[in-house]
Structures are given as structure tokens and as C-alpha cells.
């Protein structure tokens, strides 16, 4: 961000710069061309051989400014380039508040047509009363301003960072900065962080609760004593899962994981995922049933990837759905394509959080009643893209949900 930031500054400074050199430049052609027009007046003889010599000068300096111009033409067309295709917003005020340039990304951000920015007082432009305050701050003190805030309207966090013009008295340089996706991020982190612990404290509290009662006797007892170890082994493999699920994100997002490819059915693959989610199922009291009675064409598939997909989202549907309650699963096949489907009756997601579900750490249910570490559908997400095929969920909140994903048809 200060890298940035620095660049940004020094590309204002240079077209400044060369604004201010432009301006020079005509200064002195100006008091040149006065000066000539002076000697003109003075009607001197025309057989001064000084005459000739001034001329060749003349002549010799209309071509150093000329090219002169030129380059610095080049060089601003070349910067003003750069400052139109950054990301972040660009204004530049005068000292009558007005905007004498800005720049595509400014008028994205600030929800506005750039053709209207110019010419514009600052007030009408930004707006937002705490955006004019930071610009009024560095006008007020001379010195550069800076501060983050929150647009509710947008759901945005915005940086301003206001700059005193040194080539312009009262002028003002304002960048800003979409924040979002990185507050977003630091957001995520920060719950990954929080639910990763829960769940690692959990099983850790219950394996040392059960390893103590073991020696405490309960190994003397043997019906006891396999009781507790069963629930060790399920406290370790629930541990287990968790590390396998950030081994597997680490390895698909850097591009390390190889699938193994074969030619298999739809069916089979359906009926490995439920035979392995049956028992779970049974035991939150909740129907877990296959529809797909037709033939269908066979996919090349990594078996092994795709029931994990299945097992994920079959996962989820039973977490979600109250005692009594329905999980679906079915396929179909279209000209190209095998489409296969969870459905739940379950809760539904609200919509707000429907278009994030497959952010990686990302929990629909932001209390850890449903445990897991939210990375189950970033990674069914990258398994099904590798296949060259797509994922997306429907849902209504309260009326359940369907996990749809395609696979190309061998």
C-alpha cells in the first residue's frame, strides 16, 4: 500500500512538473516574442549584419522549442496515460474548489459520469461529508491527509489521501482507494482465525478430558475404556479432516494437486457419497435419498475428488436440515453435460450471503453451532473448475437449498 501510494505521488509530482514546465516555456517564448516585436518597432536598418545572426538564433531556438515541446507533449500524454488506467480514483482542485482533472476510476468509485467531474466543485463531487472534511483539513494545514471510511450506501471502504498541489496555490491532489476487498479479506482472516480455534480447542479439550479419564481408571474397565477410545479415534479424525481440508486448499490454489482421471458413471459416483454420508445422516435423523434411476453418460472424473465434492455438500445439507428432514441427491444429462444436484429441505441461506458461500473461510452461519472451518466449498469450488466444469446454489431463506455442479460428458 505505501509502495503504491509513493508511485502514485511521484506520477502526480511529474505531471505537475511538466505542467509547470509547459508553463515556463510559453512565459519565455512569449517575453521573446515581445522583445522581437520591439526591435521590429524600432525600425532598425535592415543591413545590420547583427540582423542575420539574431535571425539564425531565432531560427535555431524555434527548433530546440520545438522539439522541446514535443518531448514534454510525449512525456504528459505518457503520464496522463498511466493516471487513466490505474485502479484508483484521481482528483485534481484548483483554488477556486473546482475539479480541473479526473481520471475513469474516480467517476467507477464515486458513482458518478467522469464526463461531469471537470469543472465541478469538490463539494458536488465527493459528497460524502467526511470525504470533504479530509480535503478541507489538507487545504486548512497545507500538509497531506489521510483517512478510511465507511460508504454505507456503497458497502464501501474508501481511502482518501489529500496532497497540497506545490506547483498550485490552493491546489489539491486527492487519491482514492477501494478498501473493500481487503477489509473483506482482513475480515475473513480474522473469523478463520476465531472458528479454526474453536474448532481446534474442541476436540483438544475432549481428547485431554477423556485421556484423563482413562487413567483414572477407566482402563480397568473394558466396556468403558472402548467407549472412550472410540470417541478419541472420532475427536483425531475430526482433527484430521480439519488438516487435510487446508493441505488441500494450499495444494489446489498453488497449482500442486494432479487428478486422476478414468471413465466412470454418474450412478456410481452418487452411490459412493451416500453409502459413505448414510450412518451420519441416520444419526441427526435425517432421510438421505438418491434419485437418479435413468442411464446416463459416462464423465471423466477423478472418482476420489468428486465424491469428496459430494461428501462436502451432502455435509452440509444434513448439518443444515432439522430432525425429520430431506437430502436429496439426483443427476441429469444435458447435450453436453452431466448436471448433479444436493437438495435440502433444510434452512436455506440468506441471500446476502448466497454470492460469498464459495469464499474460502467464509460461514454462512456466522455462530459456530455448525462447526468446520468453512473451507468445505472453496475447495468442492477449485475440484470442480479443474474438471472443467461449475458450481452455484440456490436458495431461499427458510425453504431449503440446492448445490448444483456440472461435469463435461465424455
Known amino acids: 500500500m505505501n509502495t503504491e501510494l509513493t508511485l502514485l505521488i511521484i506520477l502526480f509530482a511529474l505531471l505537475l512538473w511538466l505542467g509547470w514546465r509547459n508553463y515556463t516555456l510559453n512565459q519565455r517564448i512569449h517575453s521573446l516574442t515581445e522583445s522581437v516585436r520591439r526591435a521590429n518597432d524600432e525600425k532598425l536598418p535592415q543591413d ?152 481446534l480447542r474442541t476436540p483438544l479439550a475432549s481428547l485431554k478430558a477423556l485421556t484423563e479419564t482413562l487413567q483414572d481408571g477407566a482402563l480397568d474397565d473394558p466396556p468403558a475404556a472402548q467407549r472412550f477410545l472410540s470417541r478419541i479415534e472420532t475427536e483425531v479424525d475430526a482433527l484430521t479432516q480439519m488438516a487435510q481440508e487446508l493441505l488441500d486448499l494450499s495444494r489446489i490454489e498453488s497449482g500442486k494437486i494432479e487428478l486422476n482421471l478414468q471413465e466412470t458413471t454418474p450412478q456410481k459416483i452418487l452411490q459412493r457419497a451416500a453409502d459413505r454420508m448414510r450412518l451420519q445422516a441416520e444419526r441427526a435423523d435425517v432421510n438421505l435419498t438418491l434419485d437418479c434411476l435413468s442411464e446416463l453418460p459416462n464423465i471423466q472424473a477423478d472418482v476420489a475428488r468428486i465424491e469428496q465434492v459430494l461428501v462436502n455438500l451432502i455435509h452440509n445439507g444434513i448439518k443444515f436440515t432439522s430432525t425429520g428432514g430431506t437430502v436429496t441427491l439426483s443427476a441429469e444429462a444435458g447435450s453436453r453435460l452431466i448436471r448433479f444436484a444436493v437438495t435440502d429441505s433444510g434452512s436455506g441461506i440468506p441471500a446476502d450471503d448466497l454470492p460469498r458461500i464459495f469464499e474460502r473461510f467464509y460461514k454462512a452461519d456466522p455462530s459456530r453451532r455448525s462447526g468446520g472451518t468453512g473451507l468445505g466449498l472453496s475447495i468442492s469450488k477449485h475440484l470442480i473448475e479443474a474438471h472443467g466444469g461449475k458450481i452455484w446454489a440456490e436458495s431461499r431463506e427458510g425453504s431449503g437449498s440446492t448445490f448444483y455442479f456440472e461435469l463435461p460428458i465424455s
Open 48 to 199: 545590420l549584419p547583427q540582423l542575420e545572426e539574431l535571425s539564425n538564433a531565432i531560427a535555431a531556438l524555434q527548433t530546440r522549442l520545438r522539439e522541446q515541446v514535443e518531448a514534454e507533449k510525449g512525456e504528459h500524454a505518457r503520464l496522463s496515460a498511466v493516471l487513466e488506467q490505474i485502479p484508483d480514483g484521481i482528483l485534481i482542485s484548483n483554488a477556486e474548489n473546482r475539479i480541473q482533472f479526473a481520471n475513469p476510476a474516480v467517476a467507477y468509485l464515486l458513482e458518478k459520469k467522469a464526463d461531469s467531474l471537470v469543472g465541478s466543485t469538490v463539494a458536488e463531487t465527493l459528497r460524502h461529508h467526511q470525504l470533504i472534511e479530509v480535503w478541507q483539513k489538507c487545504k486548512q494545514s497545507g500538509e497531506m491527509q489521510s483517512e478510511v471510511i465507511e460508504v454505507p450506501l456503497q458497502q464501501r471502504f474508501l481511502q482518501l489521501i489529500a496532497i497540497p498541489d506545490q506547483y498550485a496555490p490552493d491546489g489539491i491532489l486527492l487519491l482514492i482507494q477501494d478498501l473493500t476487498r481487503l477489509r473483506r479479506l482482513e475480515t475473513v482472516r480474522r473469523d478463520f482465525i476465531s472458528n479454526l480455534s474453536h474448532e
